[in-house]
């Protein structure tokens, strides 16, 4: 009891201070039965005078879970937040729809991982509301239960923040859209959609209903026709021609599957080949493929879309799914206004995916984009720098000196050349000066500014995909992991504003293919070197990749016997 009092008490004093997670000693109380819990959040035994910097992860999707799992922990003190305490494998959500995999197949623990990973990490399952970046602090709230205060916030302050968060959903502000449709975006969501899919089926089998209510409940309306709405339509056109048409028999000729899209096709990131190859398919499927309409309105019982040549059309429909894109998430929102990027759909980072106008912060996966720099912004610094004798004019050798560093810091000049087909510097700067034989040629400001005028035109933005994610992920723990040597000896390209090197050379994304299920074991595939394969032979390097990139043996082992019951036995249609 005197012990208790006396913990009692130093908690009261602590809460009351809103203190900061950064002590030797956190006490945590809880007001049922009196009780009380505490628990110590000290550091483990360092080289005298040595301090680990403080890492703070929001999130535990791909971006968070690969940074983490490729950090050496024993260089930061390394928390991680998140309201979910798992990575789920979110390229499957769409076989998790349909009972094709099972939810806890595609989910690892954030523990698990962070065991298996060793090393100094800290997990709390809470939601950061709002991030401090003056006092590099950010406030996070807790669903799990309550401080003294009775609100279940705390404060965190970090060294590096490492915002990983993904995105939601962007409805575009359509009406009635986030009451009447489901999304894709989570393990819980795909969950709504296999108990919705299944309830749509029971009420269509209830005895005193008509057949135009029948079809109503059987219409099933996805809007949206990138990879996760053409993939979640073909597999629930599996689901039902494979499965519930034999439980369902007096009612399965009135199931009805819609695509919409806004688009004049789907699948619009793909492959011409395999556009067409998709359309033609769900066509024959008997999957009703809208394209160039765009749904403007969603309510209860029906949806409003809209084409230039029909006007507003509404379609009764039993269930909805919206895939249409990605928002930003509101605490993100609030972020960006402090910042200056009040007017960015995402957050904008530089090539080192460093949060622009914010020190000490990333920001990688779907809630950012890489800002690339434009070579037009930066021409007058690089003719400085290239320009070594100061002589107002540039030789080709001059230019070839600082290429490798131009193609570094500006991959949009590798690739302008590439799709010109220039074999070289020379034939770049041929459009600024005609003859480029000699190497003493010199090109003036002007017509080195002419030269490369259209390079930009290269600049893209990359897919918001879990393969972009990973690859930012696994970068970013690399040069954290290489930080202080790249101090001494930096490895990064000129800096064209500024003296020296960076330390880092920026990210670049590698392309390594994309998928596109089409059900009925067919599978279309683009990998890099235009190479594009469709068909059953493609389904079969689907699922040996998807297997692959599992990031557990646990979880591959329950994907690959989920596939295989599927098989043997089928998809089970339980409404649970």
Request: include cysteine.
């Given at each position: 009891?005197?012990?208790?009092?006396?913990?009692?008490?130093?908690?009261?004093?602590?809460?009351?201070?809103?203190?900061?997670?950064?002590?030797?000693?956190?006490?945590?109380?809880?007001?049922?039965?009196?009780?009380?819990?505490?628990?110590?959040?000290?550091?483990?035994?360092?080289?005298?005078?040595?301090?680990?910097?403080?890492?703070?992860?929001?999130?535990?999707?791909?971006?968070?879970?690969?940074?983490?799992?490729?950090?050496?922990?024993?260089?930061?003190?390394?928390?991680?937040?998140?309201?979910?305490?798992?990575?789920?494998?979110?390229?499957?959500?769409?076989?998790?729809?349909?009972?094709?995999?099972?939810?806890?197949?595609?989910?690892?623990?954030?523990?698990?991982?962070?065991?298996?990973?060793?090393?100094?990490?800290?997990?709390?399952?809470?939601?950061?509301?709002?991030?401090?970046?003056?006092?590099?602090?950010?406030?996070?709230?807790?669903?799990?239960?309550?401080?003294?205060?009775?609100?279940?916030?705390?404060?965190?302050?970090?060294?590096?923040?490492?915002?990983?968060?993904?995105?939601?959903?962007?409805?575009?502000?359509?009406?009635?859209?986030?009451?009447?449709?489901?999304?894709?975006?989570?393990?819980?969501?795909?969950?709504?959609?296999?108990?919705?899919?299944?309830?749509?089926?029971?009420?269509?089998?209830?005895?005193?209903?008509?057949?135009?209510?029948?079809?109503?409940?059987?219409?099933?309306?996805?809007?949206?026709?990138?990879?996760?709405?053409?993939?979640?339509?073909?597999?629930?056109?599996?689901?039902?021609?494979?499965?519930?048409?034999?439980?369902?028999?007096?009612?399965?000729?009135?199931?009805?599957?819609?695509?919409?899209?806004?688009?004049?096709?789907?699948?619009?990131?793909?492959?011409?080949?395999?556009?067409?190859?998709?359309?033609?398919?769900?066509?024959?499927?008997?999957?009703?493929?809208?394209?160039?309409?765009?749904?403007?309105?969603?309510?209860?019982?029906?949806?409003?879309?809209?084409?230039?040549?029909?006007?507003?059309?509404?379609?009764?429909?039993?269930?909805?799914?919206?895939?249409?894109?990605?928002?930003?998430?509101?605490?993100?929102?609030?972020?960006?206004?402090?910042?200056?990027?009040?007017?960015?759909?995402?957050?904008?980072?530089?090539?080192?995916?460093?949060?622009?106008?914010?020190?000490?912060?990333?920001?990688?996966?779907?809630?950012?984009?890489?800002?690339?720099?434009?070579?037009?912004?930066?021409?007058?610094?690089?003719?400085?720098?290239?320009?070594?004798?100061?002589?107002?004019?540039?030789?080709?050798?001059?230019?070839?000196?600082?290429?490798?560093?131009?193609?570094?810091?500006?991959?949009?000049?590798?690739?302008?050349?590439?799709?010109?087909?220039?074999?070289?510097?020379?034939?770049?700067?041929?459009?600024?000066?005609?003859?480029?034989?000699?190497?003493?040629?010199?090109?003036?400001?002007?017509?080195?500014?002419?030269?490369?005028?259209?390079?930009?035109?290269?600049?893209?933005?990359?897919?918001?995909?879990?393969?972009?994610?990973?690859?930012?992920?696994?970068?970013?723990?690399?040069?954290?992991?290489?930080?202080?040597?790249?101090?001494?000896?930096?490895?990064?390209?000129?800096?064209?504003?500024?003296?020296?090197?960076?330390?880092?050379?920026?990210?670049?994304?590698?392309?390594?293919?994309?998928?596109?299920?089409?059900?009925?074991?067919?599978?279309?595939?683009?990998?890099?070197?235009?190479?594009?394969?469709?068909?059953?032979?493609?389904?079969?390097?689907w699922y040996s990749v998807y297997a692959t990139k599992q990031i557990s043996w646990r979880t591959r082992a329950l994907v690959i016997s989920d596939w295989g019951r599927r098989f043997i036995f089928g998809r089970d249609s339980s409404g649970i």
């Amino acid at each position: 009891m005197r012990w208790t009092a006396f913990a009692w008490e130093s908690a009261s004093r602590a809460f009351n201070n809103r203190p900061t997670f950064t002590g030797l000693v956190v006490v945590l109380a809880a007001s049922s039965g009196g009780g009380l819990v505490a628990y110590a959040d000290s550091q483990p035994d360092q080289p005298q005078g040595f301090k680990k910097k403080k890492v703070v992860v929001l999130g535990t999707g791909w971006a968070g879970t690969t940074f983490l799992r490729n950090l050496d922990s024993k260089l930061y003190d390394v928390q991680v937040i998140s309201p979910r305490n798992y990575f789920a494998f979110t390229p499957l959500l769409p076989s998790v729809t349909c009972g094709t995999v099972e939810p806890r197949s595609v989910v690892e623990p954030i523990r698990r991982i962070l065991e298996k990973k060793g090393g100094d990490f800290k997990f709390w399952e809470a939601e950061c509301f709002k991030i401090d970046p003056a006092n590099k602090k950010i406030h996070c709230r807790s669903n799990m239960g309550t401080n003294l205060d009775g609100n279940g916030e705390f404060l965190v302050d970090y060294d590096y923040l490492v915002v990983a968060v993904g995105a939601r959903s962007n409805t575009f502000n359509t009406p009635g859209v986030t009451e009447n449709c489901h999304f894709l975006k989570e393990v819980e969501d795909a969950q709504k959609i296999r108990r919705s899919v299944m309830d749509c089926f029971e009420k269509a089998s209830l005895p005193y209903l008509n057949e135009e209510e029948r079809k109503k409940n059987l219409h099933f309306v996805v809007v949206g026709g990138g990879p996760t709405g053409v993939e979640f339509a073909a597999e629930l056109h599996d689901f039902v021609t494979e499965d519930l048409s034999k439980l369902y028999p007096s009612i399965q000729h009135l199931v009805k599957i819609s695509l919409i899209e806004a688009a004049d096709h789907i699948l619009t990131m793909f492959d011409k080949r395999i556009t067409n190859f998709a359309e033609d398919k769900f066509g024959r499927d008997g999957i009703d493929v809208k394209t160039g309409y765009k749904v403007v309105k969603v309510s209860k019982d029906a949806i409003t879309m809209q084409n230039p040549a029909t006007g507003d059309i509404a379609v009764p429909y039993g269930m909805a799914v919206w895939s249409t894109g990605i928002g930003t998430r509101p605490f993100v929102v609030d972020f960006m206004k402090q910042i200056g990027q009040a007017n960015r759909r995402v957050l904008a980072t530089d090539e080192w995916l460093r949060v622009r106008e914010c020190d000490d912060v990333y920001a990688v996966g779907d809630c950012a984009t890489i800002n690339q720099r434009r070579v037009m912004e930066d021409i007058s610094e690089i003719f400085r720098v290239a320009d070594k004798d100061k002589s107002g004019t540039l030789t080709v050798k001059e230019i070839q000196d600082i290429l490798e560093d131009i193609y570094v810091r500006y991959p949009q000049v590798k690739l302008y050349m590439k799709s010109k087909q220039l074999n070289g510097i020379a034939d770049l700067i041929r459009t600024g000066k005609g003859d480029t034989e000699k190497e003493s040629v010199e090109l003036s400001i002007e017509e080195f500014k002419k030269a490369l005028s259209l390079v930009d035109s290269q600049v893209k933005n990359l897919p918001a995909t879990a393969q972009v994610a990973a690859q930012q992920g696994q970068y970013l723990a690399t040069c954290f992991n290489k930080m202080q040597a790249a101090e001494e000896n930096p490895e990064g390209p000129i800096r064209i504003r500024g003296e020296g090197r960076h330390r880092f050379n920026p990210f670049r994304y590698r392309h390594l293919g994309q998928f596109a299920p089409l059900g009925g074991e067919q599978t279309a595939a683009q990998l890099p070197g235009d190479w594009v394969s469709i068909g059953h032979s493609s389904q079969w390097l689907w699922y040996s990749v998807y297997a692959t990139k599992q990031i557990s043996w646990r979880t591959r082992a329950l994907v690959i016997s989920d596939w295989g019951r599927r098989f043997i036995f089928g998809r089970d249609s339980s409404g649970i």
